[in-house]
């Protein structure tokens, strides 16, 4: 779940730096947020939680 919010917090973040900066048009971003939102509900999320849980992971060991 931490890992969840920090994702979320840090690709906002990166959403918002790349609109500002005119790089993607609101538009494409509300369909890349769309698109994340469809993708959470279909049987490739599991797969691909686990998959930035084990990056998470992988990372955390890292910096120990």
């Given at each position: 779940m931490v890992f969840s919010i920090s994702?979320?917090?840090?690709?906002?973040?990166i959403l918002i730096i790349v609109i500002r900066n005119k790089s993607i048009k609101l538009g494409w971003a509300l369909l890349a947020a769309l698109f994340g939102f469809f993708l959470a509900e279909t049987s490739a999320a599991p797969p691909i939680k686990?998959?930035?849980?084990?990056?998470?992971?992988?990372?955390?060991?890292l910096t120990h």
């Open positions: 994702a979320v917090l840090l690709l906002g973040i686990s998959f930035l849980n084990q990056i998470a992971s992988t990372l955390n060991g």
